[in-house]
């Protein structure tokens, strides 16, 4: 089955915060929304394992964009086994001395698998060289082979997606707040997410310059406007679903027989046994 040509969906320009103008999503609309397009995420993954594909999901954005939420929303019903999240943590002393997209070859999925990266290698086009933590020789370098990486692995048979998530900075600085103040989010809170609130300007700049250099028609960029997190998930699934092949595997039919006695107990012959309940 051949794939159908991504497209660039380029994102509204928004200063209320509001994203596409229609107002916030309701929670109740949402999950009725994503709960549809997760069985044909379920239906997808069955295509993928059947045909042996290989399927990389990219996603990039600012501090606070909703990264983390999106992936959860992609992933959540599906087989850990085959779907996956990679999140590296920053590169290892051996790691610095390598190639550089070679650590994150290891976690390229193998046949029938999904990669839902967690940034990825685009670091080093944006926080790493907003930072300083690599070169500007190091970046331009990284800017060239970029593209040429890409191909090979689209070549290679990789169904390649890439997702950079907008916000605007006053949406930014609210998500900023609410981490401050929860204490389940306060993890999320670096000193290098202190100083994207700074060099917000800079990041912009440096992300016209990735996508000038990395946009291309083997391996383009899709922009979605994440200023609301729950309309952002929706598009941007609906956007993956509509470039897969709308395919259905049949499903083996599996007996299932009444048992032949009653539905038994746990027992427990020995000194262990079950916390009391709460």
Not at 40 to 49: D, G, H, I
Not at 52 to 74: Q, Y
Not at 183 to 190: D, G, I, T
């Amino acid at each position: 089955m051949a794939m159908k040509t991504p497209k660039t969906s380029k994102s509204k320009s928004h200063s209320n915060g509001n994203g596409n103008g229609n107002g916030k999503l309701g929670k109740t609309e949402y999950l009725e929304r994503l709960a549809s397009m997760q069985l044909e995420l379920s239906a997808a993954a069955q295509w993928l394992q059947a045909k042996g594909l290989r399927l990389v999901v990219l996603i990039e954005g600012r501090d606070t964009a909703g990264k983390g939420g999106v992936i959860s929303a992609l992933s959540e019903t599906l087989n850990p086994r085959q779907c996956r999240t990679v999140a590296l943590g920053k590169p290892t002393e051996p790691e610095r001395s390598q190639w550089y997209f070679q650590r994150y070859v290891a976690h390229l999925p193998s046949a029938g698998e999904i990669a839902l990266f967690d940034r990825s290698w685009y670091n080093r086009a944006g926080v790493e060289a907003v930072m300083g933590f690599c070169s500007p020789a190091q970046t331009a370098s990284f800017l060239k082979q970029a593209p040429v990486f890409e191909k090979l692995l689209v070549e290679d048979g990789i169904l390649l997606f890439k997702y950079w998530l907008t916000v605007d900075q006053a949406q930014q600085e609210q998500r900023f707040t609410e981490r401050l103040a929860d204490p389940l989010k306060r993890w999320k809170l670096s000193p290098i997410d202190l100083d994207a609130r700074r060099l917000y300007k800079q990041y912009g700049e440096a992300r016209e310059r990735m996508l000038k250099a990395t946009h291309t028609k083997h391996a383009p960029w899709t922009l979605v406007d994440f200023n609301d997190q729950r309309r952002g998930r929706l598009t941007l699934i609906r956007h993956l679903l509509d470039h897969l092949p709308d395919v259905r595997v049949p499903q083996a039919r599996i007996k299932f027989p009444p048992l032949a006695h009653k539905p038994l107990l746990e027992q427990f012959s020995g000194k262990l046994k079950p916390l009391p309940s709460l």
